[in-house]
């Protein structure tokens, strides 16, 4: 049974930076895609950041060029580094995996929570 489990969510101030970590476990199918997804109080769901499994990746405009994502193939690993963290990236984050070549399916984590403090 595949298994989505996400780490290193916290309380931070303002400015600082967080890693998140995100491990996708039982399978052995490829995983195409795995990305970070956030909801705040009161809003949808939304995509911060994805990454293939080539590498190619895809930011939220609100998040470019202070968050990172990257992957780790071999341990089916995703993280997303966080700089410069604003309050309203205050939210659950939640991980997911694309998995599969013909029939791919989509398998989401918990979610960590993420609070920036003003």
């Known amino acids: 049974q595949v298994q989505v489990v996400e780490s290193g969510g916290g309380l931070v101030q303002a400015g600082g930076s967080l890693r998140l970590s995100c491990t996708a476990s039982?399978?052995?199918?490829?995983?195409?895609?795995m990305g970070w997804y956030r909801q705040a109080p009161g809003k949808q769901r939304e995509l911060v950041a994805s990454?293939?499994?080539?590498?190619?990746?895809n930011y939220a405009d609100s998040v470019k060029g202070r968050f990172t994502i990257s992957r780790d193939n071999a341990k089916n690993t995703v993280y997303l580094l966080m700089n410069s963290l604003k309050p309203e990236d205050t939210a659950i984050y939640y991980c997911?995996?694309?998995?599969?070549?013909?029939?791919?399916?989509?398998?989401w984590g918990q979610g960590t929570q993420v609070t920036v403090s003003s």
């Open positions: 997911n995996a694309v998995i599969g070549t013909f029939v791919p399916k989509v398998y």
């Open positions: 039982g399978t052995t199918s490829r995983i195409k895609t």
């Open positions: 990454v293939t499994s080539d590498s190619i990746t």
